[in-house]
């Protein structure tokens, strides 16, 4: 047994104790002491790792949240269309979608309600054209610039027709509305009705800011009265609105009172007059797309209107946008996880917030997003309870230019990144610990055992001489 002895002893009478071997011993027990110390805080404490791997989520949906405010896009107008690479192509999304007006300061006010399916609305169909319906005179005249000034100035009280003669849906109505004309003369109502056209002109109807063709609006002593008419365009629906609003004007008691003398019955329509005057829309809601490279853009179109592409202004604020499900401070779990993340890995919703405002309304700002899911696993072994899965997104926006004839829209193109980043805390093995103590205890002592040799050689020499 003796012969494997790795360890022989040196008999102690044959050593020799000397001031330097005990300093050198001081010292080395000194740094093994910090060394150790040292080496026991980094085994303690953990670190975060990131790597970069292909994205092993097998999901065939993403969730995009979103939160935008369109300060010059009415409710009634504003649209979300989807579409893919996979050729989706998704007309005006009405689910999980969800609209409200705006203030006077581009503030949300009143919920305008989920987005839906645009109601039909009726046309009336006649048998007289709009020229012969002219034979016995026009009940609705075309006003220029400086007669429509003059003619809501005399008439306290007026609904006017702004129209194109490209409109379709402005042809199908001309008869219509000079049937009601007709209709509010033979009736003597206080109404003034008459017609414009926005084609001719164009500085008018720029300055009543037209967006759709047609366009009813109510005037009252001068002054727009918001929102336009939007139900049914027949004449029996016009003439039941213009009843209504005689009715609610306190001026015209002696007019009513007449009327209920004569056994006339209103025909009134349901109209929501308790809607704020903005013009604007903010659209919230939760859409779910393959993932696969595609936009989602927000433009004014109506089911039953020509929009006017000079008058259309994309001006917008994204208020929100994320993808996958939305991080939220609230949820506790979300929220350990990512009180040891760093901020350089929180670029969840970096466009929130910021205002993109185009000077020109053929304009409108797209925007180019990169998203990359990201893994965070915080207890290094795939538990659940300390792991989630997030999106980043890095995004560029440019202001694309509109021929005038189209209808711009503001642009969410989105690509989901086939790679992934994968951000998880690491801490040392106890194996690696022990290996590290091990080369400090033998390192050290080997080391200065070298120099006290060394120190040891060089002071005996002198002494020989």
């Not at 009336?124 to 026009?138: A, I, K, N, P, S």
């Not at 797209?366 to 989630?388: C, L, N, R, Y």
Request: negative net charge.
């Amino acid at each position: 047994m003796q012969g494997v002895d790795f360890y022989r002893r040196v008999p102690r009478d044959l050593t020799e104790a000397t001031n330097i071997g005990a300093t050198m011993s001081i010292i080395a027990m000194s740094l093994m002491v910090v060394l150790f110390i040292s080496e026991s805080l980094a085994f303690a404490r953990t670190e975060l790792v990131t790597s970069i791997t292909l994205d092993s989520n097998t999901e065939s949906q993403i969730r995009i949240n979103f939160n935008v405010t369109m300060f010059d896009v009415h409710c009634d107008y504003a649209v979300i269309d989807v579409l893919d690479a996979l050729g989706t192509n998704r007309q005006n999304i009405t689910r999980n979608i969800e609209k409200w007006q705006l203030d006077e300061f581009g503030n949300r006010r009143i919920f305008a309600g989920r987005n839906r399916e645009v109601r039909d609305i009726v046309h009336e169909e006649h048998e007289e054209t709009l020229e012969e319906l002219h034979e016995d005179g026009v009940s609705a005249p075309s006003l220029s610039d400086e007669q429509f000034k003059q003619f809501i100035k005399d008439h306290e009280l007026a609904f006017i027709n702004f129209f194109a003669p490209w409109c379709m849906w402005c042809q199908r109505l001309h008869p219509t509305w000079e049937k009601f004309a007709e209709n509010i003369e033979d009736e003597e109502m206080p109404i003034g009705v008459a017609v414009v056209d926005c084609v001719e002109q164009m500085n008018l109807c720029q300055d009543q800011k037209i967006a759709a063709f047609p366009t009813l609006r109510w005037y009252q002593n001068g002054e727009a009265v918001l929102p336009d008419y939007q139900m049914d365009r027949t004449v029996a629906a016009l003439k039941g609105f213009a009843t209504r609003k005689i009715e609610q004007n306190e001026h015209f008691k002696d007019w009513k009172k007449k009327r209920e003398e004569s056994g006339q019955q209103a025909q009134a329509t349901s109209y929501l007059n308790s809607r704020p005057q903005n013009p604007g829309c903010q659209l919230s809601g939760v859409l779910l797309v393959n993932r696969v490279p595609g936009n989602f853009h927000l433009e004014a179109r109506s089911k039953h209107h020509n929009l006017n592409a000079k008058m259309t202004n994309l001006t917008h604020r994204v208020n929100h946008l994320s993808f996958g499900e939305r991080v939220d401070d609230t949820n506790r779990k979300q929220k350990r996880i990512l009180k040891q993340v760093p901020d350089e890995h929180k670029q969840f919703s970096p466009l929130d917030g910021r205002l993109f405002r185009t000077s020109s309304f053929h304009q409108a700002y797209h925007h180019h997003i990169k998203v990359v899911s990201t893994h965070f696993d915080m207890s290094g072994k795939q538990d659940p309870a300390q792991s989630m899965i997030a999106y980043q997104y890095l995004e560029q926006s440019q202001i694309v230019h509109y021929n005038l004839e189209d209808v711009p829209e503001a642009r969410f193109a989105y690509d989901i990144s086939p790679m992934s980043v994968v951000v998880e805390k690491q801490s040392r093995k106890w194996y690696d610990y022990l290996t590290s103590v091990s080369a400090i205890v033998g390192g050290t002592f080997t080391t200065l055992g070298l120099i006290d040799a060394f120190f040891y050689t060089m002071f005996s020499s002198k002494k020989i001489d």
